[in-house]
């Protein structure tokens, strides 16, 4: 049972332009969502998180924003630049309860030159 | 300030042998998770630690279990490895009780079964 998902698998977007990727979730009592870049054989590093009170948060480059009634989070990063070539993973938790991170397949994304 | 230690960074092992990983939480941090990745496969939660108590677990044997110390540093343990154990095993710090809710992760234990 997939609770979390991002459907694609990768994405490659040009430097400078603006990439987004998405994340579906399916139990509506999430309300922490976060997201997630990966290097091979590293640990994540967070990159920015949204409660379920608002509907979008930025910091710098990067954006996320979340529609609660469609179920649905995005992460906008703009301009792209070739550093933020990695995987990113979305996760979700609930503020009360397990607090475990429920995590997303990831999204490989490749910034070209 | 210092993120999250993990120790050591690669272990090897054969079937059957316990593994021992170890993690210390960023300062100030009581809890402490621990998710796994295996090759191909997402992070799934482990086990959550907070004041040396285990709070949570995911859908995992008993053979893997671990503990938290009176510093708030964790040990995870393998017992019985079997081949499909080999994977990064990555720890995660948190304040618990507080409305942070983000957890940050150190760089993993690769642990690969023979």
């Known amino acids: 049972d997939q609770q979390v998902k991002q459907n694609s698998p990768s994405l490659s977007v040009q430097e400078g332009r603006i990439s987004i990727l998405n994340c579906d979730y399916t139990n509506s009592m999430f309300d922490y969502f976060l997201w997630y870049k990966k290097y091979p054989a590293e640990g994540p590093t967070f990159l920015i998180s949204?409660?379920?009170?608002?509907d979008k948060n930025e910091d710098g480059r990067f954006t996320v924003f979340l529609n609660k009634s469609a179920k649905h989070l995005s992460l906008h990063i703009v301009p792209s630049q070739p550093g933020d070539s990695a995987v990113y993973f979305c996760?979700?938790?609930?503020?009360?309860?397990?607090?475990?991170?429920?995590f997303g397949q990831g999204t490989r994304l490749t910034i070209n030159p | 300030e210092a993120g999250v230690t993990q120790s050591p960074t690669h272990l090897i092992k054969t079937r059957g042998q316990q593994a021992t990983l170890r993690c210390s939480p960023i300062?100030?941090?009581?809890?402490v998770y621990w998710y796994q990745q295996a090759l191909g496969l997402g992070l799934q939660f482990l086990l959550w630690?907070?004041?040396?108590?285990?709070?949570n677990r995911g859908n995992f044997p008993p053979r893997f279990s671990g503990r938290q110390f009176p510093n708030y540093s964790s040990e995870l343990n393998v017992n019985a490895l079997e081949l499909e154990d080999s994977a990064l095993y990555l720890c995660?710090?948190?304040?618990?009780?507080?409305?942070?809710?983000?957890?940050?992760f150190g760089p993993g234990t690769r642990l690969l079964v023979l």
């Open positions: 300062s100030g941090h009581t809890s």
């Open positions: 996760a979700t938790s609930l503020i009360q309860g397990a607090q475990k991170l429920v």
């Open positions: 630690y907070d004041e040396g108590e285990e709070r």
């Open positions: 949204i409660s379920s009170i608002k």
């Open positions: 995660a710090s948190r304040i618990y009780g507080t409305k942070q809710e983000t957890q940050y």
